[in-house]
């Protein structure tokens, strides 16, 4: 396979793997982002009825499923993509020790991030306590915003 890219065939695939990498990111943790920043103050400010707002946010974590489950694999098979192009997987790896561990740092924080959006709202439906389930909802989408920030940073290092 790696003999038959030509390397400009390599080069537009690294292009387009980029492309689709930062979309994914874009994606997800935009979704993440627009809770706490924009759904749950707008819900709070409108001051609609506990009942509707409960409708809503079902209608959104359906919806957030569909979406954020498509930029989840996006992101990790254009980022194994990326790993492949830059000899961080497979059988010729020609990277140093720091952007290998870098790598290795990318991919652990990759499963950790599809490990806890897998998981996460099975769990905090577990929790019956509902003003408790909420504060544990907001604090998950602050955890997981903080941990796609350091894995962009750890990103922007692997580029370079
Ligand atoms: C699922 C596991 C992931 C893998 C295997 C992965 C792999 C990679 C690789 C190999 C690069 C270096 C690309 C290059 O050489 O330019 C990279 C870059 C990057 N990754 Fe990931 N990544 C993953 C998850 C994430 C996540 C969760 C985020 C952020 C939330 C992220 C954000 C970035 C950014 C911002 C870059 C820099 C893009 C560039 O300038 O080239 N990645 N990723």
């Known amino acids: 396979m790696e003999a038959a890219l030509s390397p400009l065939a390599r080069l537009w695939l690294y292009r387009a793997a980029v492309l689709v990498h930062l979309g994914a990111v874009v994606v997800w943790f ?27 946010l079902g209608a959104v974590k359906a919806r957030l499923k569909i979406v954020v489950g498509g930029a989840v694999i996006a992101l990790a098979a254009s980022g194994l993509t990326l790993g492949w192009l830059r000899g961080f997987v497979g059988a010729g790896q020609a990277t140093g020790v720091f952007h290998h561990r870098l790598f290795l740092v990318k991919l652990a924080l990759g499963a950790a991030l599809i490990v806890v959006f897998l998981t996460a709202l099975p769990l905090l439906q577990q929790v019956q306590v509902p003003t408790r389930r909420a504060r544990l909802f907001l604090a998950t989408h602050l955890v997981v915003l903080a941990l796609g920030l350091i894995a962009a940073g750890v990103g922007i290092l692997l580029s370079r």
């Open 30 to 56: 935009g979704a993440v982002a627009y809770y706490p920043l924009i759904l749950r103050p707008a819900l709070r400010a409108s001051a609609v009825e506990r009942k509707a707002k409960y409708v809503i």
